[in-house]
């Protein structure tokens, strides 16, 4: 027969033994929250807190305009004054004030000639005298005409010598109808053209003064004609007559002319826009003036026939 004693001496030793190793897997875990309190796949590690930054409030527009205008007072003659005007200017134009903005990029111009930005201010200056010449807001240029009986676009153009576009433009006009007694801004200005051939440039002057500059093509070995003229013809979409061939219409990959051409009292000669925007600034027509297409668009709209036309070497 089998020991008794020993068997029950064996199962003893077997329950001591699971009985250790629960101790130790118990004890372990007592451990381990110990040194790590967050171990375990029920705790939740809580994330640092977020530092905030506070973000300093912008100035205001008008702090923005006092504070310029301070600086300038103080010594109109220094950096700090030219940067002030800057401010003072682009804030303006910000707040729509587009007839202060000019004012103050005039000055701007006119105090630092010399400055490396000058013609960042110049370019600033003929962009809002597009602006407003293209706005309702009035200015000491323009007029406001009432529609008289028996009045259309055309008749007021020509009576004001300028062109519809402008009026269409200036009165955000949507159709040619106009209404009995209803007011209209009208330019004034006499417009001009200078071409310099030497350095691509057009300059459009308003009554003398400049206006705004655009940079063109013109004739290679200087073929471009020299001297005083007028433009006696005005086409949106025009046609071109090549020297040889078929005559190319409007919309044809082909057709060199662009989107307007403004004819001048040279024979086969004008301004035009282009099919290659990237030829503009070099020598390369052949005697005509050449634009982008969306500055003759801008040139069209505000010249009107008879306009002057002055051709320099």
């Not at 000058?118 to 529609?147: C, H, M, W």
């Not at 057709?255 to 009292?265: F, P, Q, T």
Request: proline share 6%; aromatic share 6%; glycine share 6%.
């Amino acid at each position: 027969m089998p020991d008794l004693n020993l068997n029950k001496k064996i199962t003893i030793i077997v329950i001591g033994v699971i009985l250790l190793l629960i101790a130790s897997i118990a004890l372990y875990q007592i451990v381990a929250n110990i040194v790590s309190p967050y171990h375990g796949p029920h705790v939740t590690i809580p994330e640092p807190p977020k530092i905030i930054q506070k973000v300093a409030d912008q100035p205001s527009d008008d702090t923005v305009i006092k504070s310029s205008e301070a600086v300038i007072a103080a010594n109109p003659e220094s950096v700090k004054a030219e940067d002030a005007y800057w401010r003072l200017a682009s804030t303006y134009e910000k707040k729509q004030d587009l007839l202060k903005s000019r004012e103050i990029y005039q000055k701007l111009v006119e105090k630092f000639p010399s400055s490396v930005n000058v013609a960042k201010a110049q370019n600033a200056l003929e962009e809002i005298n597009v602006r407003l010449l293209f706005s309702g807001i009035p200015t000491e240029d323009s007029i406001v005409y009432e529609v008289q009986k028996g009045d259309n676009l055309a008749r007021i153009a020509k009576k004001f010598n300028t062109t519809v576009e402008l009026i269409s433009k200036s009165n955000a006009l949507k159709a040619d109808f106009l209404r009995y007694g209803k007011r209209l801004k009208i330019a004034k200005h006499k417009f001009s053209i200078v071409v310099d051939k030497s350095q691509n440039i057009l300059t459009l002057k308003a009554d003398g003064n400049l206006f705004k500059t655009y940079n063109v093509s013109t004739g290679k070995n200087s073929c471009t004609p020299v001297g005083t003229f007028t433009i006696i013809t005005k086409i949106v979409d025009p046609p071109w007559y090549p020297p040889k061939g078929k005559v190319i219409m409007p919309g044809d990959p082909k057709n060199v002319l662009g989107a307007r051409w403004l004819g001048i009292s040279k024979q086969s000669y004008g301004i035009h826009g282009t099919i290659d925007p990237q030829s503009i600034g070099k020598s390369v027509t052949e005697g005509c003036v050449r634009m982008k297409n969306s500055d003759v668009e801008e040139l069209f709209a505000i010249v009107p026939e008879g306009t002057e036309v002055v051709i320099v070497d």
